[in-house]
């Protein structure tokens, strides 16, 4: 029988998925707006740059005040692809070495490993949906990364609502699961 897989076994797909968007994003489209509103192509890559340059820290056990400020700002400067790279190959050697009993010191408060890895796991895909939105990409993503996106998108965005993290859902036709996720998170398939 197949194990089902967790947000720690999917993270490299979809990390895989997120990284093919960047390096195919126009040099003129850096500047583009996203389905994130108050963010431009450059500033979500910067974002998801900066939280992958956080995890091995946190998977360590560093707290954020101990992390401090330092990926405050622009991160990825002119080099977003390579930025990107070093990023994520620290991120992903940081997870498959973090202990599945570890808590994880996040801005919410402590969480298990697992919960930090849900949370990863949707700010990738979801933000991989919006980067190829931007910048005239393939849309489509891993169908069992979305599933399991998903499910987890399905039981927290509702405690979610009404904080700064999604906007309203929006309603969807139809049940193709990745438009149903784009639309909980409050975006227009």
């Not at 997120?18 to 192509?41: N, Y």
């Not at 910067?46 to 405050?72: C, F, K, M, Q």
């Amino acid at each position: 029988m197949a194990t089902r897989p967790t947000a720690r076994t999917l993270m490299p797909r979809a990390a895989r998925l997120f990284g093919d968007r960047v390096h195919g994003v126009p040099a003129d489209l850096w500047k583009a707006r996203t389905p994130c509103t108050e963010w431009s192509v450059h500033d979500l890559v910067n974002h998801v740059v900066a939280e992958h340059l956080w995890a091995p820290h946190l998977l360590r056990g560093e707290t954020i005040s101990e992390v401090g400020d330092r990926y405050d700002g622009d991160v990825i400067g002119d080099e977003p692809a390579t930025r990107w790279a070093a990023a994520i190959d620290d991120s992903l050697a940081a997870w498959a070495g973090a202990s599945d009993d570890l808590s994880v010191h996040l801005s919410m408060g402590d969480a298990p490993v697992a919960e930090y890895a849900n949370q990863m796991l949707m700010d990738l895909t979801v933000h991989a949906w919006d980067l190829a939105q931007a910048a005239g990409l393939p849309d489509r993503l891993d169908p069992d990364v979305v599933e399991y996106v998903w499910e987890y998108a399905e039981q927290v965005v509702p405690q979610w609502q009404g904080t700064s993290i999604f906007a309203p859902p929006v309603k969807v036709a139809g049940n193709d699961r990745q438009d149903q996720l784009i639309g909980l998170t409050g975006r227009h398939p």
